[in-house]
């Protein structure tokens, strides 16, 4: 009887690396094989067969394939190629021509007879929104045909072959993103569900190879657990390389492009690294069709061509491309922007990483929220060797003001007790050694920083603690400019008022910087608090997103009500928007909050319209029985809104603060104006105070402490930018609702709350950039609530269960 083989004697059989990387490269051509989608004319090539080179053990497989089950003779071939080995090798990994299996099968992929979908962009997503109105779990093989039909080529990668339109190119790393046909492509009616649902595509099951595949598996009908081991082996020799355990890996840059970047922000990915990521990039790019003198051909190229030339690029070079494109402004990041992958959500490496840019450049993010600390700790931990004196006297040094029986108890206790920023600022910027060292470990170079390759402390730090992981300081709330000059202008009219002689030029000078800024104070929160209060943000495209130009309805908005009202007064909305119908429009929007709650009945939501969990469970609650907001919110938070607004229009029309603004150029200094202007300058204090004391200024919060008893009740506490916090309890029974998760920052609508005692709306962030316009009409729902399983025949069942053992 034959010895079963162990994966241990594999090992020891099959120890040389030249026929390891041979077995690779098998395996890689059947992973592309097996996943690709096929018409019904699909035929095997000779040159495909021909370079198909079988085992004896394999030859056995193959005949009984022709003789006992009528596979045609290439069909067989291939389908041997395809199993790779069983009780013993199938297919003869030495002799095989794998060179010219990838040449044939990059001929097929730009002939269109072998087809992968383009999953790392949205086109098949609106593709499919366009296509099919209602939800569907499967695609048959005739309506994946209709899916992929016009769209470019999928981009994958195993080994160093990508596949895309233009073939297969050749990547400078080694990669295992295989192809897959399970795709994240639609989002289903109910607007309380905000994930994007998984559709299986499907290969057509009367091609001729897929009629014959389900016949190996009667052929290989053994009891033996080879197979098994076969499997473990090969996965043991295949992906060695790919287990990278480095904490800071660039792996996820290449996955991120297509979700992230613009066809034209592509475009100069492609020249950058033509031009940058060296002679082999060029070449390769120069081979497939991209080279010198082919600008013309990159114009017009596909996101699925564009996306294939990135990924020739190791992927550190796609980090530095990106981080080099930030830098000199060809990529804008808008402030507070952090480009995701909205549709696809792989993770990579055993610290399952993700990838993420923002104006520092690329980083890879883990969903180990452990992971920047643990990074932090062994950085500052490598910028000090403890066997030089020199090091432990500086670090001492350093430490001065910590105590501890020894330098590593210190600096354990320093990093425990201080936040990362100040961990930076104290440890890693003390001395340039130390910044040189984290740029190294970190991958930060030049190109991540500004055109002079000089930075603030505050920059470097910034820089720092994005690549480490951690969330960057929050922006500046809407108003910390106009308290700053508040504050100027208000010390400049009570210098003027205990003087006998001061400059009035100065307070001019500084009226002109104030009031324009009061108008933008003014013009956002109304902007702001309109589209909170009055839109429909469950059934929106975008629920609880705030871009700054959706508030610019508001102005209409208010314009069409003041016609039908004939006692408000008919204020200049339209175009540029001056103080005067700023200061009177809050009074406008207070009648019309009051004017909502008379005719409440008309803003009901429909049965239909409401999340599909309404009335199946009282677990988690739906607050919004309104498509206005407003009309949901406790009695008591919609009288103080209506108070406020009024008061605010109140306060600013009082002290004239229009008049004093439209004066300023003929200002005297007599008391009487100076007392004037002090008591317009304390009226717009009063009214700039009540409008972020309701929550219609706005400033991003983000968590700052959370605390969970052993029953799971927590206290999550969020912080603003100005420090003032608000702590809320969980859990909560609104989780459904739509509205930002706790963990990320957002905007918090103090003044409207829907549940006492504090369950209030609150909205994330959208800064306006080239992503943020890519993504403007995501997600698109499925237009009816049926579910379509779209299958095959049984011969698609048959094929699915053939073996798929030995492919990783």
Known sequence: MTQQPTVESLSQKYADPKWRKSLSEIVNIAALLRHSIIDAEYKVSDAMNGAIVLTDYGSKIRQQLITKHDVPAKEASLICLLEIASDDLIVDVEKTNTGKLIEEISAHIRDGKIKYPLRYTRELYDKAADLFPDRRVRLNSHDTARLLENTPCGVFQVGTHITGPLGIAESMQGRWIAPRSHLALQHCSDVACHAAHVTDLSTNYDAQINRELPKVAKVLQSTSKAAEVWAEFISEVRFPEDASYDAYDFLPAPLLLGECFSMEELREMVRWLHENAGPQVRDEMRRVGYGSGREEKLEEANSGTLLQLCWIARSNEIAKAIDALISSNVVKIAPGEVRKRQLTEDCLGPFELFGEVGAYGFRSKSLDDDLPLLRLQRLVGGLYDMTKSEDREELNWQLRSVEGPNIESRLADFLYKHDPASVVENIVLARKQNVDVAFEKLHITNQGLSATGVSSDKDLVNQILWKLGFDLPLPTKRTELFWRYHGEMTQLVRDALASSSINIEKIKSAGALYFPELEGVLEDSLQYAWWALTNDHVSSRRPFVYAQSYGEEAWRSLSDYQKKDKNLENLSLNGRRTLYPLVNSFGHFSSFLKDLCVHADEYVRAVDAAPGYVGKTDIQKFPFAHTVPFLDLVSGSQDALIEGSATVSILLRAADVVGMRNNLAHFQKTPVELGALEQALDATRRAIERLEAMGFCRMIYAISERSTDRWGRST??????????????????????????????????????????????????????????????????????????????????DAAASSHKILP
Do not use: H
Request: with cysteine.
């Open 716 to 797: 999550v506490t969020l912080t603003g930018a100005d420090g003032s916090a608000i702590s809320l309890a969980q859990p909560s029974s609104f989780k459904w609702v739509g509205m930002p998760n706790l963990g990320v920052p957002q905007y918090l609508f103090k003044g409207a709350i829907f549940e006492s005692p504090g369950e209030m709306l609150r909205f994330s962030d959208d800064p306006e950039s080239s992503f943020s316009k890519m993504w403007d009409n995501y997600p698109r729902r499925c237009r009816y609530s049926t579910y379509r399983a779209g299958g095959e025949a049984a011969s698609a069942v």
